[in-house]
């Protein structure tokens, strides 16, 4: 496991840092990171440094194959995508020698980063550090191309969006690193996203399990796969701003102490929509056969809500209504399979809504306390915000609302649990 972070401001130490999109996002924000490289790598550590593309890189590369395929193959798209942070490594290491710091560039192949097959969202499989260590050996600054890596026969990937995270993350525990440190736009994980929610406040230490639930309901600070290894390889980090020295948010295990907070922040998932299907004969299959055909489309699902049957089980089958939600860019890939659904008398009818979006209010203290739904149903209904669908989970109440509610939504919810005050110590 990796050391205390508090613990290691006069102490020698191997670390990995992470700086994102923005922080990489010119010539200027180079220069800049690589002054504050300088000044770990001066100070006696050992540093290993993944980079992002340059804010917007990726999203161009991906507007660029749209004007020459209409659906170019995930593996084109990983060769192509992979230039982006190609770029940052070189920029990055060019920057470094400039300033007299010896420094190498590696792509994530180089780095030794295997990952499986599936193109556009692999899975890193095992790393091969011993690029990494040499170079460390050396007194290099190592700089490794996030988001990429390559599989065992030697094809280009790319880990997902926002997988730069995981493969700091990743790579923190395969050179068992004594320090992971993710450098982005803000100086920290906060309450909610401040650029939606003023008021957010900074939170100092977060469990992985809350981490989690908020970065895989729309807290894009951390990619939630990221998290989802950190968690499961003890792998403490830190999330802070390269735009400034504060200290910035720990992520580690959860401790006792830690459900003294009931709600710890509330994220948002935008551009969902939702599926209604009605009439659905309520009997054993039916279901799987529905969800079975999404999957095959490639479709992720979010929340599923079936009814109670509309007749009891033992008269005979009734039938039923599913709703289920997921991202509205799907919609084109769902819309044949449920059209089907209903041509096939399996539902009565069927009913796409857009416009939609998931708020959720996340934290390990729910476990032990009650009347979190209740408060946020309240508030909610006060400022006359209608509830069109609701999931609870262990640490998570999620409710699916109307987007153009969204901002006032996020607002009334964070002072509904009074997020602005410091928690309790
Ligand atoms: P990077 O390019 O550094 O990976 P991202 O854009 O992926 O940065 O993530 C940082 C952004 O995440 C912030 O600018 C902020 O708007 C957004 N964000 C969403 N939810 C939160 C939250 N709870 N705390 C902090 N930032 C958040
Ligand atoms: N450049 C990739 C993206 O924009 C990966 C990352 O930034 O983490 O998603
Ligand atoms: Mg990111």
């Not at 290491?93 to 400039?98: D, E, I, T, V």
């Not at 006359?384 to 607002?411: F, P």
């Amino acid at each position: 496991m990796l050391a205390d972070i508090a613990n290691l401001s006069n102490f020698m130490a191997r670390i990995v840092q992470k700086y994102g999109g923005t922080s990489v996002g010119s010539p200027e924000r180079i220069e800049a990171v690589a002054e504050r490289i300088e000044q770990w790598k001066r100070e006696g550590n050992e540093v290993v440094v993944v980079v992002s593309a340059m804010s917007g890189e990726t999203d161009r590369l991906l507007q660029l194959a749209g004007q020459v395929c209409d659906q170019p193959t995930e593996r084109e798209l990983d060769v192509l995508l992979a230039t982006g942070e190609q770029t940052t490594i070189a920029l990055m290491a060019m920057a470094l020698n400039h300033r007299g710091v010896p420094a190498v560039s590696l792509t994530g192949a180089q780095a030794g980063i295997v990952t499986d097959g599936v193109h556009t969202r692999a899975k890193i499989s095992s790393i091969d550090a011993r690029a990494i260590e040499d170079a460390l050996a050396n007194g290099s600054v190592v700089i490794v191309a996030g988001f990429q890596g390559q599989t065992e026969s030697g094809l280009i990937t790319t880990l997902g969006r926002g997988g730069s995270d995981l493969s700091a993350i990743a790579l923190a525990a395969g050179i068992k690193a004594d320090l992971c440190q993710i450098y982005t736009d803000v100086s920290g994980v906060y309450t909610a996203d401040p650029r939606v929610v003023p008021e957010a406040r900074k939170i100092e230490t977060i469990a992985y399990e809350e981490m989690l639930e908020m970065a895989s309901s729309g807290s894009k600070v951390m990619q939630s796969r990221a998290v989802e290894f950190a968690k499961k390889f003890g792998v403490i980090f830190e999330v802070r701003s390269s735009f400034n020295q504060e200290s910035g948010t720990r992520v580690v295990k959860e401790s006792n102490d830690m459900e003294q907070v009931v709600v710890r922040g509330v994220s948002v998932e935008k551009n969902q929509a939702k599926v209604h299907l009605a009439g659905v004969d309520d009997e054993p299959g039916v279901a799987a056969r529905l969800f079975l055909s999404i999957a095959e489309a490639g479709v992720n699902v979010d929340m599923i809500v079936q009814n109670v049957s509309s007749r009891l089980a033992d008269e005979g089958s009734g039938v039923t209504d599913i709703t289920f939600t997921l991202h509205q860019d799907d919609i084109h890939r769902v819309e044949p399979i449920i059209e089907k659904f209903r041509s096939d008398s399996l539902a009565e009818d069927i009913q796409i809504t857009g416009g939609i979006c998931k708020l959720s209010v996340v934290g390990i203290g729910m476990k032990s306390h009650s009347g979190v739904a209740a408060k946020l149903f309240t508030a909610l209904a006060e400022a006359g915000i209608n509830i069109q669908m609701i999931s609870t989970s262990e640490i998570k109440i999620a409710v699916v609302i109307a987007e153009e509610r969204m901002t006032e939504a996020m607002n009334v919810a964070h002072s509904a649990f009074e997020l602005h005050l410091e928690e309790p110590t």
